[in-house]
Nanobody, 115 residues
Framework: QVQLVESGGGLVQAGGSLRLSCAAS????????MGWFRQAPGKEREIVAS????????GYADSVKGRFTISRDNAKNTMYLQMNSLKPEDTAVYYC????????WGQGTQVTVSS
């Protein structure tokens, strides 16, 4: 069973950048469409970005378009989310999962953006 571990979160000032990583175990990672999701306090979990199994196609929520970039390295079983020009409203716990989600959710990684 594939397990996912998110990392790379932290505290950053508005306008700053962070790079999140999602490390997957198992040999089937490269066959999955994947996504980054986030959940802010008091809000439902939402999808932020998605990527095809090959990495050739990506999609973004309007709120992050032009600021975030999703990518993956199937040889390393790892997916990334480069986040630039961060805003306080990006504060949330960030998770990775298949898209649509079909795996158990991991612990996530906390991203806090101060104004």
């Amino acid at each position: 069973q594939v397990q996912l571990v998110e990392s790379g979160g932290g505290l950053v000032q508005a306008g700053g950048s962070l790079r999140l990583s999602c490390a997957a175990s198992g040999r089937t990672f490269s066959s999955y469409f994947m996504g980054w999701f986030r959940q802010a306090p008091g809000k439902e979990r939402e999808i932020v970005a998605s990527i095809s199994s090959s990495g050739g196609t990506a999609g973004y929520a309007d709120s992050v378009k032009g600021r975030f970039t999703i990518s993956r390295d199937n040889a390393k079983n790892t997916m990334y989310l480069q986040m630039n020009s961060l805003k306080p409203e990006d504060t949330a716990v960030y998770y990775c999962n298949r898209n649509p989600p079909r795996m158990s959710w991991g612990q996530g990684t906390q991203v806090t953006v101060s104004s």
